[in-house]
């Protein structure tokens, strides 16, 4: 219970926050006028937040996903039937985690009803 209370203060301090912020005018971006209440960021992590914010961020997700998938598909194309899973089980995998439930779906009639070779 506390950890929810706890939870759910930090998400409405963070609301409140960001609607703060979004009223405020954004002030010009000098290094002597650097918000207090932000850390300085590690050297670590700052690279990989500012390729998150750039326009470069939609197309790597997408091939993240991408890469994700294909990567799920051969592991249940290759695990399953090793492991004698009940095929239904690995079709409904397929579905849940393979993308647009359409495309799923014609690949899967396609292949005559044997999801995961699709």
Do not use: D, E, F
């Amino acid at each position: 219970m506390a950890v929810l209370q706890k939870q759910t203060r930090t998400l409405l301090r963070n609301l409140l926050r960001s609607l703060v912020r979004s009223l405020h005018r954004r002030p010009l971006r000098s290094p002597l006028r650097r918000p207090l209440r932000r850390p300085l960021r590690s050297p670590l992590r700052s690279p990989l937040r500012r390729l998150l914010r750039s326009p470069l961020r939609r197309l790597l997700r997408s091939l993240l996903r991408r890469l994700l998938r294909s990567l799920l598909r051969s592991v249940l194309r290759s695990l399953l039937p090793k492991l004698g899973v009940y095929w239904n089980w690995g079709c409904w995998l397929a579905k849940r985690w393979a993308g647009s439930y359409r495309r799923w779906k014609r690949s899967w009639i396609a292949a005559g009803q044997n999801c995961i070779s699709r």
